[in-house]
Each structure stands twice: as structure tokens, then as C-alpha cells.
């Protein structure tokens, strides 16, 4: 996709600046982050590589239990601001498996494929349309094609994932893992517009699983085989498409900042016609600077009533809407913002991720590795730290506390180690705040400091001391 041709639009301030093109980032400021990310997330249980102890899958990963609490946050936030927070927005969770007419009708089965270049020498297939990032299997130094490699002619490769639906492998049984969560909202449009009782505009909300057989998964878990995304179809009348398109922008764009993606690291696309899907009147992509160059989170794309007209075409059954005022009767147009779970996931890592060094407890200068995760979203809310784990009433007053606030989030409990070890790795865990009971707490240095805690900040690394009877509301405050 040309990075250069833009067609200039017309949008708020703050939108104009991320409009403005700049040049393609090569790696970013953190050098060659990329690696230590990848490693982090493995040491501390974010992502793994799928069965990993068989020589892993390519293009398919295992999120641990630091990385699944991060997404189900993503996830909880992008459904709270999108569908709990909204009177025109409704969710639904639809099937992996579908009737393979879906597909015949939404064009995927005949399209949804990429140009595949075969090298004959060194077996590498590659896209077509990616050779400039690629590089020969036998001289990793050089592309396909710079080497004295023999290519093939591209041919094209469906993206989907075929499978069998019953008992017989024939022909009649064929269907596909959806490449997309959208078709599911397009062909259920009927029945919720019934069952929910919308008028336009309204939207379909769904988070879920996604598969595309890629042909070089790549990227860590940006370009993977099995993903999630979340969609909404915003469905409206054919006039407040253009206007709509906007509005989602926008939109999306607030949602990247509230979940702590850096303002300067977002950029808007606006995809030329030229490489915009035939149907679409207007596509804008979300870009993210990750430390492997600039690349699409997600898609908003004005995709007219292409859908719906397909889909009431091939099943023969009317997916009109009657508009009670104005007693016309038509296919309504859709506005679909389309982001991928995965990559947003990733996003959010690279943003957090930085290194330090610092003056340690023992007055020593060591690296600190921190993930600085927007509290909203961080895996671990808290982590509460009794100072000695040999001291019993140390341990139940910190037990205590963790009973205190675990209805109200995410606590980790942790005894074991110097204390700066203990804070060290709730740094790389990205825990915004830590707890620490300690011999004022129990009311051995005087009635004043009884029932208070040391209260440690993540970011700043700074130490207050705080009541006990404070300290939900404080943190409940601080991580919304
Ligand atoms: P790309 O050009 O990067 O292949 P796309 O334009 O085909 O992406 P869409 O079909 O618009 O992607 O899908 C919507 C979103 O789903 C993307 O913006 C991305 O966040 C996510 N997504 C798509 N393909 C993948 C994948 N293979 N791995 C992870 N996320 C993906």
C-alpha cells in the first residue's frame, strides 16, 4: 500500500496532525527492542510459542497468565466503551464454523487470497507483494530474486483454513474457520434487528477467534495464523456513511489513547482507491510505530451495503430495514472499525517496555526493566509484599490486605525474596502499584504509623506511606 499518496481530509484538530505522513520508522528509540520484548514476554509468562516442546507451530502462540489477564483487559475495555457504555451498540458471539455459503456469497471463497511466489532453489514461498521484506532461505542477506534463486510465477493462495463438517471428507462437507468475525454480524443483521428492537443507526459488536492461513506469519504474534479481532458493524443509512467514517475514526483513535498508546507513535492512513476494496467508499488504517516499522492495528472502512446486498442475493431472504418515518424500505450501509486483539496486545507491549538504571535498595547501580503498562490495562493491579516471611503477624496482616482488595482487583501475593527483588519483578510484570507491610504497620514504631502501608509506585518508584483504610479507594481511583 503506497505510503505517500494521501488525499487530504477533513477532521478535527488533533486528527490533522496524525494525518500528516512522516517517513517510515525503521527500529525505534529502543534499538533492538524487539528481541528483548520477545524475551521478556517469554520469562515472564505473557506469550509463548504454541506447543512449543514439539518445535512450536509457526504462526500460532499461547498467551501465559500475565499475558491472558492483559488481553481479557483489552478486550473488557474495548467491550465496555463500545457496547456496555452505548445505547446504540449491541454484541453477539457468533459460530467459528459456518454454512459455506457465507463465504461463496461474501466473496471469500473465490478471493480472499494472497500472490504466493515460490523459489525453486531454496523452497522459500513468499508474497508477492512482501518480497522487499523478505529474505532468501540460503542467503539471508539477500531477497528473493537478488539471490540467483529461480522464482516462480505468483500465483494466487486462499487464505482460509478448509475443513470437514461431519462424518463424510467429500466435497458437500467442506467449510472453512472464519477469516473474519464480520460475516456472522452481516447474516445475523435480521434477527438482532428484530430481537433488539434498533433503529438506525445502531451497531453489532463481537469479539472472537479469526484464522488465516498466512503465508509467512512473521512479526512475533503481529502477522499470526490464529487471532482474535473485534469488529463492529455500524449500520446506518447511505447518507451518514461518509459522516459515520469519521466518527469512527475518531472514535478508535481516543480508544488508543485511553488504553496508553503513545499520540505521537498513532497514524491514520487514508487508503488510496486504488487499494481499497471495490466496494468501500472510504478506508482509513490505524498505523502503530512497533519497533519493526509502522503497521495497520486496525481498519475502519465505509464498506457501503456491499455486504448485506450479497448476502440477501445468495440466501434469497430480505435483509432490509423499514424506516418507520419516512416508510422506505432498503439495505442499510455499514460502518465497520475492524482491529485485531493480537496486534493491539503487541502494541501495547512495545509501548510499555523500557529500561533504566537506577540506584538500587543496597545503593548500587543496576538496569531496571519496567513495562509501563496504562494501570487500566495491566495484568496485575497490585502486588502486596509482607516485609520478612518469617514473621507471622508480617504474613496475616499482608493476607489480610490481599482479602481486602481482591474484590476489587487483580492482587498478587508475594513473600518470597529481598523486597527489592520482590519489586523488581512486579516491574517487569508491569504491576503499577506495591504494598508493603512492614514493622509500622504492626504498631512497633508508635500508634501513628499503625494501620499504614508503604505505598510504592510503579513509574516513579515512589514511596508514600498510606492508611489502610485509604488504600482501595486510592487505588481503585488511580487505575480507572
Ligand atoms: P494486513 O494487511 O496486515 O494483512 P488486513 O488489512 O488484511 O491486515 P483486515 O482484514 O482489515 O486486515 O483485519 C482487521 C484487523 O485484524 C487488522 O487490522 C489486524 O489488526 C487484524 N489482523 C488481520 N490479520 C491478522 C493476522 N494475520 N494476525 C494478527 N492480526 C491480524
Same mark, same amino acid.
Given at each position: 500500500m503506497s505510503q505517500e499518496d494521501i488525499a487530504p481530509v477533513e477532521v478535527g484538530s488533533g486528527l490533522a496532525k496524525l494525518l500528516t505522513r512522516r517517513p517510515m520508522a525503521g527500529k525505534? /528509540?529502543?534499538? *533492538?527492542?524487539m528481541e528483548k520484548i520477545v524475551s521478556l514476554c517469554k520469562r515472564r509468562g505473557f506469550v509463548f510459542q504454541s506447543s512449543e516442546i514439539y518445535g512450536g507451530l509457526n504462526g500460532c502462540w499461547d498467551y501465559g497468565p500475565l499475558g491472558v489477564e492483559l488481553k481479557r483487559n483489552l478486550k473488557d475495555y474495548w467491550w465496555r466503551r463500545n457496547v456496555l457504555e452505548r445505547e446504540d451498540v449491541v454484541g453477539m458471539d457468533g459460530s467459528i464454523l459456518m454454512n459455506r455459503n457465507v463465504w461463496r456469497a461474501s466473496g471469500h471463497e473465490s478471493t480472499f487470497s494472497d500472490p504466493l511466489i515460490d523459489c525453486k532453489t531454496c523452497k522459500g514461498r513468499f508474497r508477492a507483494d512482501q518480497l522487499e521484506d523478505s529474505r532468501c532461505l540460503l542467503k539471508p542477506s539477500k531477497r528473493p530474486g537478488e539471490c540467483d534463486g529461480e522464482l516462480t510465477e505468483p500465483r494466487q493462495f486462499n487464505m482460509m483454513f478448509r475443513t470437514f463438517v461431519g462424518a463424510s471428507e467429500d466435497d458437500s462437507s467442506v467449510t472453512y474457520l472464519r477469516p473474519e468475525t464480520a460475516q456472522s454480524m452481516f447474516v445475523q443483521f435480521k434477527n438482532v434487528l428484530e430481537t433488539s428492537r434498533q433503529k438506525l443507526p445502531f451497531g453489532l459488536a463481537q469479539i472472537g477467534k479469526a484464522f488465516r492461513n498466512e503465508i509467512n506469519p512473521r512479526h512475533f504474534t503481529f502477522r499470526s495464523r490464529e487471532f482474535e479481532q473485534m469488529e463492529i458493524e455500524y449500520f446506518c443509512r447511505p447518507e451518514q456513511g461518509k459522516e459515520l467514517l469519521e466518527y469512527w475514526l475518531k472514535e478508535r483513535l481516543k480508544f488508543y489513547e485511553e488504553i496508553g498508546l503513545s499520540f505521537e507513535k498513532l497514524h491514520v492512513l487514508d487508503v488510496p482507491e486504488a487499494d481499497r476494496a471495490h466496494y468501500s467508499e472510504g478506508t482509513y488504517d490505524i498505523e502503530y510505530d512497533f519497533p519493526f516499522g509502522r503497521q495497520e492495528l486496525e481498519g475502519v472502512a465505509y464498506r457501503t451495503n456491499y455486504d448485506l446486498r450479497k448476502h440477501q442475493e445468495h440466501s434469497g431472504k430480505p435483509l432490509e430495514y423499514f424506516d418507520d418515518e419516512t416508510k422506505e424500505k432498503f439495505v442499510p450501509h455499514v460502518v465497520e472499525p475492524s482491529a485485531g486483539v493480537d496486534r493491539t496486545v503487541l502494541a501495547l507491549l512495545c509501548e510499555a517496555y523500557d529500561e533504566e538504571t537506577i540506584t538500587n535498595e543496597k545503593g548500587k547501580e543496576e538496569m531496571r526493566t519496567v513495562m509501563r503498562f496504562h494501570p487500566r490495562i495491566a495484568p496485575v493491579k497490585c502486588g502486596v509484599f509482607p516485609l520478612l516471611k518469617n514473621k507471622p503477624e508480617l504474613v496475616a496482616k499482608a493476607r489480610d490486605l490481599v482479602d481486602l482488595l481482591r474484590p476489587h482487583m487483580h492482587v498478587f501475593y508475594d513473600e518470597g525474596g529481598a523486597i527489592g527483588r520482590r519489586y523488581r519483578r512486579q516491574d517487569e510484570a508491569g504491576t503499577p502499584f506495591g504494598v508493603t507491610i512492614d514493622f509500622e504497620t504492626l504498631g512497633e514504631?508508635? *500508634? /501513628?504509623?499503625? *494501620?499504614t502501608v508503604t505505598l510504592r509506585e510503579r513509574d516513579s518508584m515512589k514511596q508514600t506511606r498510606v492508611p489502610i483504610q485509604e488504600l482501595t479507594d486510592r487505588l481503585i481511583q488511580e487505575i480507572r
Open positions: 525505534n /528509540d529502543k534499538g *533492538d527492542s514504631q508508635g *500508634d /501513628d504509623l499503625r *494501620d
